[in-house]
T-cell receptor, first 114, second 106 residues
């Protein structure tokens, strides 16, 4: 089944404890991205990657890191999480960028930082 | 960047009713997607529609790119249609509107 998977789905952690949210897609998509969703602010893009070893900042990259060492994986790293990073996170992928193909979203990761 | 406005922000329907959700955007776009976010938070693709009309069961969507708007029609609504509906135009990236929160009552 073609899908985007994320792990963990739920995470409660403490301020300053490094964490990684994994994202994997099995559709051979070139383009992957991360979003966060917050009440009143909607969905905002954190980082995106147009291909292996190519990543760029989205609208809200502060406090996050990403890497794209393999085509199928695009982990999101929080080196020192803070309470303002409590959010619902989505990973997404598409065959190409700029609207030339449909973007598919993972199931989401609910992160709480205390 | 592009501005995306969705209306109405909230909508309550009785089961079986029809509705139209609107999405206005401020710039030319390459494409547009509609999503449904269910009560469990999952984002489900509904339509990928740069222009024209598409139908999928009780749902249909129309995008008029030259006039910078898109419409989502829901006919014979069901309680399972409840959730938030987002439109997201594509320019270089996908930009989400604020959503329409729909509640369908039995």
């Amino acid at each position: 089944e073609a899908q985007v998977t994320q792990n963990p789905r739920y995470l409660i952690t403490v301020t300053g404890k490094k964490l990684t949210v994994t994202c994997s897609q099995n559709m051979n998509h070139e383009y992957m991205s991360w979003y966060r969703q917050d009440p009143g602010l909607g969905l905002r893009q954190i980082y995106y990657s147009m291909n292996v070893e190519v990543t760029d900042k989205g609208d809200v990259p502060e406090g996050y890191k990403v890497s794209r060492k393999e085509k199928r994986n695009f982990p999101l790293i929080l080196e020192s999480p803070s309470p303002n990073q409590t959010s619902l996170y989505f990973c997404a992928s598409s065959l190409s960028i700029g609207g030339l193909s449909e973007q598919y979203f993972g199931p989401g990761t609910r992160l709480t930082v205390t | 960047g592009i501005q995306v406005e969705q209306s109405p922000p909230d909508l309550i329907l009785q089961e079986g009713a029809n509705s139209t959700l609107r999405c206005n955007f401020s710039d030319s776009v390459n494409n547009l997607q509609w999503f449904h976010q269910n009560p469990w938070g999952q984002l489900i693709n509904l339509f990928y529609i740069p222009s024209g009309t598409k139908q999928n069961g009780r749902l249909s969507a129309t995008t008029v790119a030259t006039e910078r708007y898109s419409l989502l029609y829901i006919s014979s609504s069901q309680t399972t249609d409840s959730g938030v509906y987002f439109c997201a135009p594509w320019t270089v990236m996908l930009t989400f509107g604020g959503g329409t929160r729909l509640m369908v009552k039995p």
